[in-house]
């Protein structure tokens, strides 16, 4: 941590976080290397390949393409904060029972793309599902068991919501 | 080789009069970067020359969608998100909603900017081919003040444009004048998601009992910059939608086009494409009843 970088705070996974970098350093390093995050991976570094997504402000981005100073104020989701206090988030659930991860590497960018995509949209056309995720790739499942374990996860939330709102009655 | 982020400054101002102030006192020595899809790509690729940096991220004066009964304003800095999100701008203006959700990924679109998209100038560039066929006009700002371009005369070359370097894009204008078109918009890309076009063609046109009374055509890819086809236009102006008229359609085209061979594509190709496509156009505009 050097002293002559300007200090940059941003909320990351809830908790408020002050980094000493380089303005154009890549929020991907900051996570990576600063802040010891290292879910997002470093895939092609220039926005093609969606493994490095996480979530600034609410929408999804491509964490190799942020400067970290454009971070600064910004509420930041990586896949570290995807499950609370200790419970898996559905999604993750669903790609373990569906068998949406193989090798690992493009499974936190599509986590965090497809929390984007049903957060946005509960429940989502496998065509939707399609275009929420055009931009993570990869290269072992053939994608059609990711696609199947977002498609789960909607579903199981839309039978649990229903369920609260039947107990509820 | 990669980038070196020590290499580069990057300062946020934070507000629109500060970084105009900045750019009038020290013209073409800081570039302004907003979301970064493009200078961040050529960061880490090494090939970023700028080594000072202005960023326009987050300045609330340059992101917004402003209906009025006459037309829209939109800010240089509104996302491709925005853009497609924009219930009515989908309804008024559908061709540059839709090119705004065929832009990269969702990823790319939550950062993209209609101003970087066309400051950056590729020739390729999505939004080009919608703005050229809906009249847009484009405004640029500085301390001196604002003025209005239209768009069809901002680019002069490949990746040049007529702003001086104190200047910023401010927004894009455009009217609201063409429920009673027929518009069209196709992209042909290698696939579906995240390609950048081979050619990629839009078109408005009003026609009345057959006759094509307006034509506007805007081509990404035909040329150094995104451009109107005028002669193409001037082809088919005043002219039934018959054989005739677009064979001759299809040979203004083939004249006036100077695609090149690229990494994407071939000239040959992208000619034939684009000549395609005006006849797809024509022939969806010459139809009765209701359009798509």
Known sequence: ????????????????????????????????????????????????????????????VNSCLVPALQ??????????????NGVLHPLQESFLACGGAQCGICTPGMLMAAAQLIERNPHPSMEEIREGLAGNLCRCTGFMRIFESVLEAATQTGKSQAEQAHHAR | MRGNCEAHELIAPGSLPAVLELLAAEPGVWTPIAGGTEIMVAHAAGRLIASKLVSLWGIRDLRFIEMADQGVAIGAGTTFIDLRRHAGLCESWPLLARAASWIGSIANQSRATLGGNLVNGSPAADSSPALLVYDAEIELISVRGSRRVPYRAFHTGYKRNVLEKDELVYALHMPRRFSEHRQYLRKVGTRRAMAISKVALAGTALVK??????????????????????????????????????AAAREALLAEAAPIDDIRSTAEYRKRVAANLVEEFLLEAGREGPQL
Request: proline share 4%; glycine share 10%.
């Open chain 1, 1 to 60: 941590m050097s002293e002559s970088w300007p200090a940059i705070t941003m909320q990351v996974n809830g908790e408020n976080r002050t980094v000493r970098v380089p303005p154009m350093k890549r929020l991907l390093d900051v996570l990576r290397e600063d802040l010891h995050l290292t879910g997002a991976k470093e895939g092609c570094g220039e926005g093609e390949c969606g493994s490095c997504s996480v979530r600034m402000d609410g929408e999804l």
């Open chain 1, 71 to 84: 971070a600064e104020g910004a509420e930041i989701q990586t896949v570290e904060g995807l499950a609370s």
């Open chain 2, 209 to 246: 009992h057959g006759t094509i009374h307006e034509i506007r055509l805007g081509a990404a890819s035909l040329a150094a910059f995104p451009t109107r086809l005028y002669e193409t236009e001037k082809a088919v102006l005043g002219k039934p939608v018959t054989r005739e008229t677009i």
